[in-house]
T-cell receptor
Framework: DAKTTQPPSMDCAEGRAANLPCNHS???????VYWYRQIHSQGPQYIIH???NNETNEMASLIITEDRKSSTLILPHATLRDTAVYYC????????????????FGKGTKLSVKP | KAGVTQTPRYLIKTRGQQVTLSCSPI?????VSWYQQTPGQGLQFLFE???????NKGNFPGRFSGRQFSNSRSEMNVSTLELGDSALYLC?????????????FGPGTRLTVT
């Protein structure tokens, strides 16, 4: 699976959009981009994933560049509860029965949302 | 739908003892993966079970083992505990098949080895 690069930390004002970048310049055509976050001492929480197109759900939006070498997770209106470590993970999509049960976590970006 | 549950949430053991941790996946999920999280090493993959079979394994010694039951519940066992085994142990459940799918994590079991 391709390696990802994220800034170690970011600050965001409460109520503003938080834009978390991720570089995955070696991504291959069948690799998906996943985002998880981990609030202190809790299990990681799935946020969103995508392959080529931009994706949006109730939590966030995922913008993937046309060349797929980088992506941005957008939390549109950050709250204090969004303070967490955010992980960008690239994982190959596999055929039905092949193993893909593991995620390779890097160090992530520690997002601090400030009042 | 109920989330992933892990028991116990906290555990204190002594060096040399063994421990068994339990994970109940989301209903309908057939895959359970286990991870270890420490401040030094971060989140590391231990193993994955799918339909009662281990189908993927991380780089951990044989003291770490697991199993999955027919109802998809999973247990992991650590024998001959060492101080370095102190960690947050997380399990994640997923459908386990398909081109892409998300994994859902439980709250973890905090193991302290003294």
């Amino acid at each position: 699976d391709a390696k990802t690069t994220q800034p170690p930390s970011m600050d965001c004002a409460e109520g503003r959009a938080a834009n978390l970048p991720c570089n995955h310049s070696t991504i291959s055509g069948n690799e998906y981009v996943y985002w998880y976050r981990q609030i202190h001492s809790q299990g990681p929480q799935y946020i969103i994933h995508g392959l080529k197109n931009n994706e949006t759900n109730e939590m966030a939006s995922l913008i993937i560049t046309e060349d797929r070498k980088s992506s941005t997770l957008i939390l549109p209106h950050a709250t204090l509860r969004d303070t967490a470590v955010y992980y960008c993970i690239v994982r190959v999509g596999l055929r039905r029965w092949e193993s893909q049960g593991n995620l390779i976590f890097g160090k992530g970006t520690k997002l601090s949302v400030k009042p | 739908k109920a989330g992933v549950t892990q028991t116990p949430r906290y555990l204190i053991k002594t060096r040399g003892q063994q421990v068994t941790l339990s994970c109940s996946p989301i209903s309908g999920h057939r895959s359970v993966s286990w991870y270890q999280q420490t401040p030094g090493q971060g989140l590391q993959f231990l193993f994955e079970y799918f339909s009662e079979t281990q189908r993927n394994k991380g780089n951990f010694p044989g003291r770490f083992s697991g199993r999955q039951f027919s109802n998809s519940r999973s247990e992991m066992n650590v024998s001959t505990l060492e101080l370095g085994d102190s960690a947050l142990y997380l399990c994640a459940s997923s459908l386990g098949q398909g081109e892409s799918y998300e994994q859902y994590f439980g709250p973890g079991t905090r193991l302290t080895v003294t």
